[in-house]
Antibody, heavy 123, light 107 residues
Framework: EGQLVESGGGLVQPGGSLRLSCEASGFTFSSYWMHWVRQVPGKGLMWVSRINIDGRVTSYADSVKGRFTISRDNARHTLYLQMSSLRAEDTGLYFC????????????????WGKGTLVTVSS | EVVLTQSPATLSLSPGERATLSCRASQTISSSLAWYQHRPGQAPRLLIYDAANRATGIPARFSGSGSGTDFTLTISSLEPEDFAVYYCQQRSHWPLTFGGGTKVEIK
């Protein structure tokens, strides 16, 4: 069914940068749209970004547009999220998520999920 | 933005009991709703999509219903592993949004 393992989280100062990675296994990575979803401590979930199967089509939540860049390397089965100009409100647990069904068209249902990597933006 | 309001915030039940979780959308979203389960320390998992379709491998005790603005997730008989937080999510309108969650706890 697939596994996703995130890495790259940590403590960063406001205005700083961080790159998250997500290694995928157990499925044909290049056949699925991929997403990042954030969970703010004590609060709910927020969709952050998505990328299509060949990496040419991307979308972002308004709150991260212009600061975050999603990308993928299908040969390495890896998804990335480059985060810059980080703010305190970007703090959270970042989940790498696969679109639930393989398709050239995005489904926007999420399955499976990784366990997340924690990003803390604080001085 | 479509706001999804989940109720109750916490549901205290015993194993074997029936759980009924609600998700209400601020505007009509047809059947474009999913439900997820999140156990502490684990990855969330998709339970239901398109309001009523069980995802692969999800037990039959989980069922979803509703359309328009009112949706329900029902767990017919709670198993110990079902005590978790449940989220709804809509894909009908941009941006994609989630509800605030319902925690199902052991009474």
């Amino acid at each position: 069914e697939g596994q996703l393992v995130e890495s790259g989280g940590g403590l960063v100062q406001p205005g700083g940068s961080l790159r998250l990675s997500c290694e995928a296994s157990g499925f044909t990575f290049s056949s699925y749209w991929m997403h990042w979803v954030r969970q703010v401590p004590g609060k709910g979930l927020m969709w952050v970004s998505r990328i299509n199967i060949d990496g040419r089509v991307t979308s972002y939540a308004d709150s991260v547009k212009g600061r975050f860049t999603i990308s993928r390397d299908n040969a390495r089965h890896t998804l990335y999220l480059q985060m810059s100009s980080l703010r305190a409100e970007d703090t959270g647990l970042y989940f790498c998520v696969r679109d639930a069904h393989s398709s050239v068209l995005v489904q926007n249902w999420f399955d499976p999920w990784g366990k997340g990597t924690l990003v803390t933006v604080s001085s | 933005e479509v706001v999804l309001t989940q109720s109750p915030a916490t549901l205290s039940l015993s194993p074997g009991e029936r759980a009924t979780l609600s998700c209400r959308a601020s505007q009509t979203i047809s059947s474009s709703l999913a439900w997820y389960q999140h156990r502490p320390g684990q990855a969330p998992r998709l339970l239901i999509y398109d309001a009523a379709n069980r995802a692969t491998g999800i037990p039959a005790r989980f069922s979803g219903s509703g359309s328009g603005t009112d949706f329900t997730l029902t767990i017919s008989s709670l198993e110990p592993e079902d005590f978790a937080v449940y989220y709804c999510q809509q894909r009908s309108h941009w941006p994609l949004t989630f509800g605030g969650g319902t925690k199902v706890e052991i009474k």
